[in-house]
């Protein structure tokens, strides 16, 4: 017997989930959305996600119309300039920089970065203003089962909800796409990433910086203001044997290498956070939609932290169903919405996921000669104006808009 009934079921808590509970909330339809772990909105925590996120211009719209943006503006850091430095040589010091200028583009900046554990706090605090939003943190999806007419999800309490649509929003290891029987291809690395915010002595000035050498970017992606210092977060991608001694290295240490990595570009680097480490993989769902079931984010494609493009793919999976669903909310959830949704969006993942792919093995290379080929890519890209913006428009997610 089931216990519950909604119009969509959303299986996972993290930003994508609360968002997606946000965006079809508004949208009028009646949201369930359930977490195992209950978020950590707080900075200093154990378990707080010190990663930041970058959302690119054409997310603001969607979460200007979900009442997220007003949360979160008095928070965000612009990102103005995209730097990218080439410090491939045979010393770790910048022998190419070029810079990317939201300006040659738009009258906007390319995106506004907060930190995570933020974003969960500002987030949770607008669903609670919902009436159409139940937020369930602490219970997870055990099971789902599925025919033509509904969904039916059994939850970790024991409950049973029974949904017209069901959205995967759990993760690379969803539980929902497993339960469907959706397979992926996942791409392995061998790399890791460690994930931290830092002050310093030299305003960021509103730049996004990535430093190639090998191993991965190391990336220094504006913050607001931390204790009265300017501050940036920090994605440093490594072999991971290389990521695991810098994780297990005394904080003097570890500063005196990031420093050294981040060429000093913004001076001395303190280290102002716990440090994070995770894996690095891409994966793409074999599917993005099965029966009454729709993924998006994470559950349906994994890509290394280049370009901010991550969560702004996901944004636009959530702008795609949203679009759909308000389109025809009698046919919600229904063979042929879900048919039109993988179509739709299917394609450009595969297309982003390659790009990135291609981009996070030219930031590995340990090979000289093969480094000086990737600066010298860069500068004769960078010397092509047309090029230029086309890339940046294409960075911005402009050919999936």
């Known amino acids: 017997m089931t216990d519950d009934t909604c119009d969509i079921l959303i299986s996972g808590g993290g930003v994508a989930g609360l968002t997606a509970a946000a965006v079809f909330g508004t949208a009028g339809f009646r949201v369930i959305c359930v977490d195992p772990t209950p978020p950590i909105t707080e900075r200093d925590v154990d378990g707080s996600d010190l990663r930041s996120t970058a959302f690119l211009q054409p997310a603001r719209a969607l979460l ?19 730097r990218i430095v080439d410090a491939g040589g045979e010393t770790p010091e910048p022998r190419l920089t070029r810079d990317f200028d939201a300006d040659d583009i738009s009258d906007q900046p390319f995106g506004w970065n907060l930190p995570n554990w933020l974003l969960r706090r500002e987030m949770v605090a607008r669903l609670a203003t919902l009436e159409t939003v139940d937020f369930r943190p602490g219970t997870g999806t055990t099971s789902l089962f ?6 039916r999800v ?13 959205v995967a929003a759990d993760g690379r290891g969803s539980p929902m796409r497993d339960a469907a029987g959706i397979g992926v291809s996942t791409t392995r690395y061998g790399q890791k990433a460690l994930a931290f915010a830092v002050t310093h002595a030299i305003p960021h000035g509103n730049i996004s910086t990535e430093v190639h050498r090998s191993g991965g970017p190391f990336t220094l992606v504006p ?9 940036s977060a920090v994605v440093w991608m ?9 994780a297990a290295l005394d904080i003097p240490a570890f500063e005196a290498e990031m420093s050294t990595r981040s060429c000093h570009l913004l001076g001395p680097l303190t280290l102002a956070s716990r440090r994070t480490v995770w894996p690095i993989i891409s994966q793409v769902a074999d599917t993005m939609s099965a029966e009454r079931l729709a993924l ?3 559950a349906a494609h994994v890509v290394p932290p280049i370009g901010a493009q991550g969560l702004n793919m996901s944004l636009g999976d959530l702008r795609c169903l949203r679009d759909l669903a308000v389109a025809a909310p009698d046919r919600l959830g229904d063979r042929a919405m879900l048919d039109a949704y993988h179509k739709a969006r299917h394609p450009e993942v595969r297309a982003r996921v390659t790009g990135i792919d291609l981009l996070n093995r030219a930031s590995q290379l340990h090979s000289q000669p093969l480094r000086d080929l990737r600066a010298g890519t860069l500068d004769a890209l960078y010397a092509m104006a047309p090029v230029r913006r086309v890339l940046m428009q294409m960075g911005l997610g402009a050919s999936g808009r």
């Open 64 to 82: 200007d119309e979900c009442g997220l943006w007003e949360r979160l503006a008095p928070h965000a850091a612009p990102l103005q300039t995209m």
């Open 146 to 151: 599925t025919r033509e007419t509904c969904a």
């Open 154 to 166: 059994r939850l970790t309490d024991g409950e049973r909800v029974e949904a017209r649509l069901v």
């Open 223 to 231: 913050l607001p203001d931390h204790e009265g210092l300017p501050s």
């Open 238 to 246: 490594e072999d991971g044997p290389e990521a695991l001694r810098l």
């Open 296 to 298: 998006v984010a994470e």
